[in-house]
Structure formats: structure tokens, C-alpha cells
């Protein structure tokens, strides 16, 4: 056969004739003609519901793995979206488990695979690498058993290309896709979550390469932008904690780049559908000391406790992105103004953030 399972586009040469197909098959096989079918891991997080939104706009057939699909406070805002009734299935899958993505990666012509657990305290260390690391693999495998597959998008991080001793960087260094971050100085500064997203993007390009699988990667720097679950992850947490005045957080992170989580998604949908697309791509608008934002943000929502200023515990830092590979494909960055707009909209929408409520 031509076809993927449950993909009924490709191949109608094989189908009965025309008049006896029932009606409701066609509708279905109409739907499917426009967009195949895709699926996306961890579909109930941050930046996947809104790649799961933006794909079901463009058309496709989206098929969500999460760990509990019957946790409504968790997934009822997908169900929410436009093209969710019709073109949406969530299914239980868990990256810990081996085989688990089996029948819904079987389902498929493209991977998204964007769940990977952000933990940021030292204990989850083993299980963050786990999940990582072997949940990547354990999703790549279910990947290699299906010969329909077209393409891999993994979800990586920018933290996989400029941790490292910043004084091997010559000033205003502008990173790109070559560029890595270095195991032992993360390993060596406690930061788990880089090493993981380091050695899980590394072992998927090792992987993909000696089964022939056809793998891309986006690196969003830190993602900012509407939630569209009333549950807050870690990274919208962070945000919420800078706007009631805590300091912790963005004084460790220092000097950080900063992208629209819409524009993330449409980073993940466009090298999807680039045939030429290939390798790496950083997805970033701009890079900002913390300062600098901290300044900013303080000037634009006077009426929240922002830090004025905060301090400096990495020295001097003054890398910066180049992001003229995605920039080719054709996408264009909102600027950081209009990311922290739309993530104050939403954070008051949701009932975290009252102007002027430390
Ligand atoms: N947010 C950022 O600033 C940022 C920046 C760069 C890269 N990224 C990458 O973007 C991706 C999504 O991050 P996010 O910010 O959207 O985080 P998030 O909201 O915490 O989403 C992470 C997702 O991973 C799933 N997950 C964790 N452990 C799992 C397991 N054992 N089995 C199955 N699913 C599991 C979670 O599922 P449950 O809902 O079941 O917990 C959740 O849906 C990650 O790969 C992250 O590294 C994020």
C-alpha cells in the first residue's frame, strides 16, 4: 500500500469507485486531503498548545500524546480550539515507558516531539535525564518502525548551544546552529536541564542519522507569550514571579534571548514543511541582559512591582544570536514589547497578575 494508516489522501487510485464510497468516508478523506496527519508529544504544555493550535489552523489532522488524557483541567483548553472537535485525538503516552508512542507515532506522517520534563531543582536530576534523554530515543524508535514517517521535529533548547565558559566566547559573539553547549561546564554549575536537552539532542541526531530518519530541530531561546492552559508552566511561572518583584530566577538566568511563543510554533510548522529544511534552527527575537529587561519591563508596567534593577552574578555577558538560518526560511520575530503584552493579557485573563497586586 501507499498510504500511512488512517491517512486516506494519498492513494485513491486504490479506493472502491468513487460513487461507492460513503459519504461520511469522503468528508473524512476531504479533511485529510488538505493536511496530513501529525502528532504532537506533551500536546497539553506551554509551547505545545500552541503549536497544536497553529497546526490545527493550517489544516492538519493533530494526534496529542500526554500523560493523562482524561485530566481536564489539563487538556480542556484543547479542546477549546478551532479544528480541535474535528481534527483533534489525544491519546496516553509516557516517555518513560518503552513502546509507548508506538500506535500514535504509527498514525502519522510527521513528529513533533516537544514533551521533555523542566524541572529546575537539582534532586529530579536522574529522572529529568531519563525522560529526556531515553524519552527521546524511546519516541525516535517508535519513529524508525514507521516506514510512512516524512519528518522529525524535536523540540530542543537554546541552552544546548551557548552554556559554556563565557570567557571562551570573544566579545558580542553571535552564536549560531554550530555552536554547543559544554556537558561538563552545565554538569559543573548544576544545571540539569541544559545537560539533558544537550545529551537528548545529541543522541536524536546520532539516532536519526544511523536509521535514516529525517530530523530537524528548533532551539527557542526563553519562550514568552500567552498561555493558553489556565495551568502555568515552569517558564510562564518564572514570568509571573519577575512581575509580583522576586529577583532569583532572572538574576541566575542572566543575559538571556527571548522569543513569542506564537512564533515558536510557527518555527516548528515551517521547517516542517520545508522540504530544503535540514539541521538546526535557533529560534530567537532578541538577547537582553537582565538588566536591560528587568529596565524595560519596569518602564512598560509601572503598575507591577518589576525589580529596577537586579544583581549581576555572571560578569560581564555579551553573546548574541544568528538567527539568519530561520530567518531565510521566511519567519519573522515579534519583538520582546509585544511578547510581554500578550503574556500580561493573559496572565491577568487567567487571574494570576492584578494591575497594581503585588
Ligand atoms: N518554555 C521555554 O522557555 C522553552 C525554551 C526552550 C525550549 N523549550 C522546550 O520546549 C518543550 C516544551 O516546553 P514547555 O515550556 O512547553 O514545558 P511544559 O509546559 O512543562 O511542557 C512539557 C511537556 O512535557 C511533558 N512531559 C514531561 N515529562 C513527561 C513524561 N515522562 N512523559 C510524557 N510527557 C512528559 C509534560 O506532560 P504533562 O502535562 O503530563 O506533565 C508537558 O506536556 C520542551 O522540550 C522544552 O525543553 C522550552
Redesign the pocket.
Known amino acids: 500500500s501507499c498510504e500511512p494508516p488512517n491517512l486516506l489522501s494519498t492513494c485513491q487510485t486504490e479506493s472502491p469507485k468513487g460513487g461507492d464510497i460513503p459519504e461520511h468516508f469522503q468528508l473524512q478523506r476531504m479533511a485529510n486531503t488538505s493536511k496530513g496527519k501529525v502528532c504532537v508529544t506533551?500536546a497539553?504544555?506551554?509551547?505545545?498548545s500552541w503549536l497544536v493550535k497553529r497546526l490545527l489552523e493550517s489544516g492538519y489532522h493533530v494526534l496529542g500524546t500526554?500523560?493523562?488524557p482524561g485530566n481536564q483541567k489539563?487538556v480542556a483548553h484543547l479542546w477549546n480550539l478551532a479544528g480541535a472537535k474535528e481534527r483533534l485525538e489525544l491519546v496516553r503516552?509516557?516517555?518513560?515507558e518503552e513502546g509507548s508512542f508506538d500506535d500514535a507515532v504509527m498514525a502519522c506522517e510527521g513528529i513533533f516531539h516537544?514533551?521533555?520534563?523542566?524541572i529546575t531543582n537539582a534532586d529530579s536530576k536522574e529522572e529529568m535525564l531519563d525522560?529526556a534523554i531515553n524519552?527521546t530515543l524511546n519516541v525516535l524508535r517508535s519513529c524508525k518502525k514507521n516506514p510512512f514517517l516524512k519528518r522529525v521535529v524535536l523540540?530542543s533548547?537554546?541552552s544546548t548551544v551557548r552554556l559554556r565558559d563565557e570567557a571562551e566566547f570573544p566579545p558580542n559573539v553571535l552564536l549560531d546552529e554550530t555552536s554547543w553547549s559544554s556537558v561538563e561546564f552545565c554538569e559543573s554549575i548544576q544545571i540539569w536541564y541544559a545537560v539533558a536537552?544537550i545529551l537528548a539532542e545529541k543522541s536524536a541526531w546520532e539516532f536519526a542519522k544511523e536509521n535514516n530518519i529525517d530530523l530537524v530541530a528548533v532551539l527557542?531561546?526563553?519562550?514568552i507569550g500567552p498561555n493558553l492552559s489556565p495551568v502555568l508552566?515552569?517558564?510562564a511561572s518564572d514570568v509571573l514571579g519577575l512581575f509580583k518583584g522576586e529577583t532569583e530566577k532572572f538574576t541566575i538566568f542572566g543575559r538571556m534571548g527571548y522569543v513569542h511563543i506564537d512564533d515558536v510554533a510557527s518555527c516548528h510548522i515551517l521547517v516542517y514543511e520545508t522540504a530544503g529544511a535540514k539541521g538546526r534552527y535557533i529560534c530567537n527575537s532578541a538577547v537582553l541582559g537582565s538588566d536591560e529587561l528587568v529596565a524595560l519591563l519596569a518602564k512598560r508596567f509601572p503598575s507591577f512591582p518589576i525589580p529596577k534593577s537586579l544583581p549581576n552574578i555572571h560578569g560581564e555577558q555579551t553573546y548574541g544570536y544568528n538567527t539568519s538560518k530561520i530567518r531565510k526560511l521566511g519567519l519573522e520575530f515579534r519583538g520582546v514589547e509585544e511578547m510581554f503584552d500578550d503574556s500580561v493579557e493573559s496572565l491577568k485573563a487567567h487571574g494570576y497578575l492584578r494591575e497594581g497586586a503585588a
Open positions: 506533551g497539553s504544555g506551554f509551547v505545545a500526554v500523560r493523562d489539563k503516552a509516557d516517555l518513560l516537544t514533551a521533555s520534563p523542566i525522560s524519552g523540540t533548547s537554546s536537552k527557542p531561546t526563553f519562550v508552566g515552569p517558564t
